[in-house]
């Protein structure tokens, strides 16, 4: 067995050298860096031209340069490295050069996945400049050790700088500096010693007072919305990436939610307010929402686009609006609540799916009132206004419509019958595709049978035995998987033919109802 194992690896090592390396560089600059400390040495221009240097040493063709710009390493969820990744699956490249193992990630757990399982089962060759690690070369327990404890700095490292960073801007939101990326629609950051400040930009301060004024003439969230959308203000985001102000035809607009979002902030009343979300990776959590209580609010940091009293109104009367609200609901009201028999089942004319909504009525009368709406109706140009249908109705109609229905069908057994020929058909069907997955499974069979007697008889060599080998079993698994698929098929045929006709015996019974029973529907 030990021979067999050295002879196999003595022959690969030849293929290996016969092989055409078709490589992606890949590159990362971190978004921990700043203005005041960068390391050029790490620079994207470095980065391509080590890598391609090595490329042009080693014989290797370079196919793409993948970038990532300013991504964490500890995040492999990057745009370029999942496009490199894709690349390999695709088989466009074969081989990843990197100028240092920090580059392609910081968290060590991950990094030696890809190392040691994913790169070697995609067959992808994997070079680390710097740390002069190719895997086409054999690595050894010392080398293998070596790779790991950079790993493990790479990812203390970064759970390091985490701690700092994190420090840093919770100091820098305590003093009132902005510590975010973008600023809140209406203010532009202006970099000062010790931070970040937000300054009102005066191209679009008109248009927040516009909203703010809207709102506090009593106007909705989605009349502000139709309003300013008619007007071809650009929305928050759009402003932010081109600067333009009025919307061109292809840019999106404004919806109730941005807009509940910006009336809601309390930044327009010359607060700060931060610390909201919360990712701490020295403790290895997500992202996840802080509570109330432990925001970082500071006062008066920066000029006001409303007043405080006037904020303060609207507050008010957002949380009136909500409560009288035909969609609103309270907790307690979940638990009475009966079990919703057309959920997932009810569309506009145009695919929109209607969720119900509910509420105790004024007065002191509990009255459960059922309503759909088109949930996505957020006041853009164009948009199709809710629709509203009282459960009873829906009751009422769907009753109606299959009363109709089964008065034109004159005999509910030969209906029956009817329809189980259907389903039977189907299932011979389905049946004879198994007949013919099973006849090709045995030819692949065969097939695989016959190449190793030729191996066996010399006729051909070792690397072509193994290459028609996986070539066929490949054919195999294929099939297999059309055939389990199938089988699946067959079975969910036979289930769909038994609730079929317990519906249709169940329907007849239910003729002169005006509201279907939940099994039904």
């Not at 607060?271 to 500071?298: H, N, P, T, W």
């Not at 008889?457 to 054919?475: A, F, H, P, S, V």
Request: proline fraction near 2%; include cysteine.
């Amino acid at each position: 067995m030990a021979r067999t194992s050295r002879r196999f690896e003595e022959k690969k090592e030849i293929t290996n050298n016969r092989t055409q390396y078709r490589a992606g560089i890949y590159t990362r600059l971190s978004n921990e860096r700043t203005e005041s400390w960068r390391d050029k040495s790490s620079s994207i221009e470095t980065q391509t031209l080590t890598c391609q240097e090595y490329a042009l040493k080693e014989n290797i063709q370079v196919v793409e340069v993948y970038t990532d710009y300013e991504y964490s390493g500890t995040n492999f969820n990057r745009p370029e490295f999942q496009n490199m990744m894709q690349a390999i699956r695709e088989r466009k490249i074969n081989c990843i050069i990197i100028k240092d193992l920090s580059r392609l990630g910081r968290e060590y757990l991950e990094m030696g996945r890809l190392i040691d399982k994913v790169f070697p089962f995609l067959g992808v060759r994997f070079i680390s400049v710097n740390d002069n690690l190719d895997t086409i070369k054999e690595m050894d327990s010392k080398k293998s050790f070596e790779v790991t404890i950079k790993n493990i700095i790479n990812d203390m490292y970064a759970k390091d700088i985490s701690v700092k960073i994190k420090t840093t801007k919770m100091n820098r939101a305590k003093n009132g500096f902005f510590i975010g990326s973008v600023p809140p629609y209406g203010y532009k950051v202006i970099k000062e010693e010790g931070g970040q400040r937000l300054e009102v930009d005066k191209n679009v301060r008109f248009i927040v007072e516009e909203i703010f004024a809207l709102t506090l003439e009593g106007k909705s969230q989605l009349e502000v919305a139709k309003h300013i959308n008619e007007k071809r203000y650009a929305t928050p985001m759009t402003y932010y990436r081109t600067g333009r102000i009025y919307r061109i035809d292809d840019d999106p607009q404004w919806h109730v939610g941005s807009l509940g979002k910006m009336l809601s902030n309390q930044s327009y009343a010359g607060d700060m307010v931060q610390g909201i979300k919360s990712q701490f990776l020295a403790e290895g959590k997500k992202q996840k929402r802080a509570e109330k209580k432990d925001y970082i609010v500071v006062q008066n940091t920066h000029e006001a686009i409303i007043s405080r009293e006037n904020f303060e109104k609207i507050q008010t009367q957002r949380k009136q609006r909500k409560a009288e609200s035909v969609f609103s609901s309270k907790p307690h009201n979940l638990k009475r609540e009966p079990k919703n028999r057309f959920q997932g089942l009810v569309f506009s004319c145009d695919g929109e799916e209607l969720y119900r909504r509910y509420r105790f009525s004024s007065h002191k009368i509990r009255q459960l009132q059922y309503l759909y709406r088109n949930e996505r109706f957020n006041g853009s140009i164009g948009e199709k206004e809710s629709l509203f249908i009282m459960e009873a109705d829906l009751d009422k109609r769907i009753a109606t419509d299959i009363s109709k229905a089964i008065h034109t069908i004159t005999n509910k057994t030969s209906f029956s019958n009817r329809i189980r020929a259907k389903y039977d058909e189907a299932i011979v069907e389905g049946n004879r595709k198994l007949s013919q997955y099973d006849n090709l499974i045995q030819k692949e069979e065969i097939t695989l049978q016959k190449s190793y007697e030729n191996y066996s008889l010399g006729k051909i060599d070792r690397n072509t035995y193994l290459l028609e080998r996986d070539i066929t079993q490949g054919r195999i698994e294929t099939i297999e998987r059309e055939k389990q698929a199938q089988e699946i098929k067959i079975s969910n045929l036979k289930k769909d033919k038994r609730k079929a006709l317990r519906w249709i015996k169940d329907i007849f019974s239910a003729k002169g109802l005006e509201k279907l029973p939940a099994q039904l529907i």
